[in-house]
C-alpha cells in the first residue's frame, strides 16, 4: 500500500500560506558598531576628500596657502598623538573599566530576590541610562572637589579623572541593562533544572547562567566602548586637555588661520576613525559568531 503524503506523493490541496524559516541576516541590526562597520575601509578617504580640496576654495582670500597649514599640522602631529589622542584613549579605558564593574554590581542588583535592591538598581539604571552625557560630566566637574585629605595627605582630583568619572556613569548604566538582559535571556528550564539539582541561587547563577552570558555580552560591550571612545572629545567643553582642546590650542598658537580648521579637525575624525572602525568590524564578528541558535 502506498501512503499519499499531500504535497508530496500528490499537489496540495490547500491555498493557506506558507511560514517561510526566519532568517535573522535579513533584518538590520541596529546599533552604532553595525552603522560603523557598514562602511568600506575606503570610505573615510572618500568622506576625507571634500574636507582636503576646501582649502582650495578659500586660497584666495588670504596668503596662508593649503602646503603653510598641512606643513602646520605635520609640526603638530606628534603633540595631538602623545598628548591628544592618547589621552582620550585613556580617559576611555578608565571610563569602561569603572563602568563595567559597576555596571555588573548594578545588572546583578535587578534580578536580586530583594525588593528595595531591585528597585533602587533599577531606578539607578534608569537614571544614568536616559540623561545627557554633557549635563553628567558638569555636574560631576562642579560636584566633585579638586582635592580631598585623607589622613592628612591631599591627594589632587585632576579635571580628567572628572572627565573619566562623568562618562562611566552612563556607561554603567548601559552595561548594566546588558547584564541584566543576558541573565534573562536563559531559558528558564535551566533554572528549575539546576533546583532541582539542590543548587542554591548563587551557584547557579555563578556557575551555570553567567558562564553563558559572557559570549552574549562581549559584542554590545564592545558596541559601547566604541560609542564611549566617540564620545570623549566632550571632554574638551569641560576643559581637559585632550585631542580636541590641543588641536584648538595649537591653532591658537599658529595665529588662527581659517586654512588650519578643517585640516587639524580632519585629522582627528581620522584618528577616531581608525581606532574605532577595527573594532566595530570585530562587534559584527563576534555577534555573528556568538548569535543564539534558533
Not at 571634500?50 to 597649514?69: E, K, Q, V
Request: with cysteine; charged share 10%; net charge positive.
Amino acid at each position: 500500500m502506498v501512503t499519499r503524503i499531500p504535497g508530496i506523493t500528490k499537489p496540495t490541496a490547500t491555498d493557506l500560506p506558507v511560514l517561510k524559516p526566519f532568517l535573522p541576516r535579513a533584518h538590520p541590526v541596529l546599533h552604532t558598531s553595525a552603522w560603523l562597520a557598514g562602511f568600506s575601509p575606503w570610505m573615510g578617504l572618500v568622506l576625507f576628500l571634500p574636507l582636503m580640496l576646501w582649502p582650495f576654495a578659500s586660497h584666495a582670500a588670504g596668503n596662508f596657502t593649503i602646503i603653510d597649514a598641512f606643513g602646520t599640522l605635520w609640526n603638530w602631529v606628534p603633540f595631538l598623538l602623545k598628548s591628544g589622542f592618547l589621552f582620550n584613549v585613556i580617559i576611555s579605558v578608565f571610563a569602561m573599566l569603572i563602568g563595567t564593574i559597576a555596571g555588573i554590581v548594578l545588572g546583578l542588583g535587578q534580578i536580586s530576590k530583594i525588593t528595595i535592591t531591585r528597585r533602587i538598581s533599577w531606578f539607578i539604571t534608569q537614571l544614568f541610562r536616559n540623561s545627557p552625557w554633557l549635563v553628567l560630566l558638569f555636574i560631576v566637574l562642579l560636584a566633585f572637589p579638586f582635592e580631598i585629605t585623607v589622613f592628612g595627605v591631599i591627594i589632587m582630583i585632576p579635571d580628567w579623572m572628572k572627565a573619566v568619572i562623568g562618562l562611566s556613569l552612563p556607561i554603567m548604566a548601559n552595561i548594566s541593562e546588558i547584564v541584566r538582559g543576558a541573565i534573562m535571556s536563559v531559558p528558564t528550564a535551566q533554572w528549575e533544572a539546576a533546583e532541582s539539582l539542590a543548587f542554591s541561587r548563587q551557584q547557579i547563577l555563578w556557575r551555570i547562567i553567567l558562564p553563558q552570558c559572557f559570549k552574549r555580552m562581549i559584542p554590545p560591550w564592545m558596541n559601547w566602548y566604541a560609542i564611549l571612545t566617540m564620545a570623549t572629545p566632550l571632554c574638551s567643553l569641560l576643559g581637559v586637555e585632550e585631542i580636541i582642546t590641543l588641536s584648538r590650542q595649537a591653532m591658537e598658537a599658529e595665529n588662527n588661520h581659517p586654512e588650519l580648521l578643517v585640516p587639524f579637525y580632519s585629522f582627528a575624525l581620522g584618528l577616531f576613525f581608525i581606532y574605532c572602525y577595527p573594532i566595530a568590524r570585530m562587534t559584527m564578528y563576534l555577534e555573528r559568531r556568538y548569535a543564539v541558535k534558533i
